[in-house]
């Protein structure tokens, strides 16, 4: 089994700065693409950013120029870097990662997520 475990969530001002980490543990052959997502209440779960094995990165229109993400593939870890923190990212925080599944002859992606962690952007 694959397990995501993130951390880092919490409650910071407006303006302020946050760092989320997720690790991937277990049965892992190879990990295509890691991102967060997020999630806040009465809303529909949306990207904040994403990175390939390659460092390739796409971001949420709204996160532009204040968040960044990096990964670690040797240690199957991601980070999203929060800066300037606005009321308005207050959510949920979900690490998800796109990983390799080889079964005999074949292999396909699999989508594994983490259980979240919640971030609270409050004077």
């Known amino acids: 089994q694959v397990q995501l475990v993130e951390s880092g969530g919490g409650l910071v001002q407006p303006g302020g700065s946050l760092r989320l980490s997720c690790a991937a543990s277990?049965?892992?052959?190879?990990?295509?693409?890691m991102g967060w997502y997020r999630q806040a209440p009465g809303t529909q779960r949306e990207l904040v950013a994403a990175?390939?094995?390659?460092?390739?990165?796409n971001y949420g229109d709204s996160v532009k120029g204040r968040f960044t993400i990096s990964r670690d593939n040797a240690k199957n870890t991601v980070t999203l870097q929060m800066n300037s923190l606005k009321t308005e990212d207050t959510a949920v925080y979900y690490c998800?990662?796109?990983?390799?599944?080889?079964?005999?002859?074949?292999?396909?992606?699999?989508?594994?997520w983490g259980k979240g962690t919640l971030v609270t952007v409050s004077s």
């Open positions: 990175i390939t094995s390659g460092g390739s990165t």
């Open positions: 998800k990662a796109v990983l390799k599944v080889v079964a005999g002859r074949d292999s396909y992606n699999m989508d594994y």
């Open positions: 277990g049965s892992i052959f190879s990990i295509n693409a």
